[in-house]
């Protein structure tokens, strides 16, 4: 088991304008906000974080494939491409580690669109309405299914 371990953050289309919208469904912290959180937390837990936002579906795909043999989990947020990316579906399926997507918003109390993501089928799990404390949780969750196997 290494020592220190490696999660890959992945934040997909639209992700970049949290927090702009306090009142909206994703509420009042920033993306970088929520990264300064994961830190923390994969630091308490003796990990590090790469955080990344991209909005372009390829870019997305080519950081899973990079962190291959690289990253020891993924945390992923696909955006408004969880609904309809069977590209991400199948890079997190390639990816060989674990790997937990999160919605910040309760994607059930929204539009019927929102209610199946293909990328969920490639996912150990999914925080789904926790808010931007879903993204911690995630990251706890990779370093304790990677450290209790």
Not at 67 to 96: C, E, H, P, Q, W
């Amino acid at each position: 088991m290494v020592d220190k371990l490696h999660i890959e953050v992945l934040n997909g289309p639209n992700t970049n304008l949290y927090g702009l919208d306090p009142n909206g469904p994703y509420g009042k912290l920033t993306l970088a906000d929520i990264e300064e959180r994961c830190r923390a937390k994969a630091e308490t837990l003796g990990a590090t974080v790469r955080f990344r936002q991209s909005s372009a579906e390829g870019e997305l795909i080519d950081w899973i494939h990079q962190a291959r043999g690289k990253a020891d989990g993924i945390v992923i947020n696909g955006g408004s491409l969880s609904y309809t990316s069977i590209g991400l579906m199948d890079a997190l399926a390639s990816f060989g580690g674990p790997s937990f997507q999160v919605h910040v918003s309760n994607v059930f109390k929204r539009e019927a669109i929102r209610h199946h993501s293909p990328i969920s089928q490639a996912v150990a799990g999914c925080l789904i309405g926790l808010g931007a404390r879903g993204y911690e949780f995630a990251v706890e969750a990779v370093i304790r299914t990677l450290r209790e196997d």
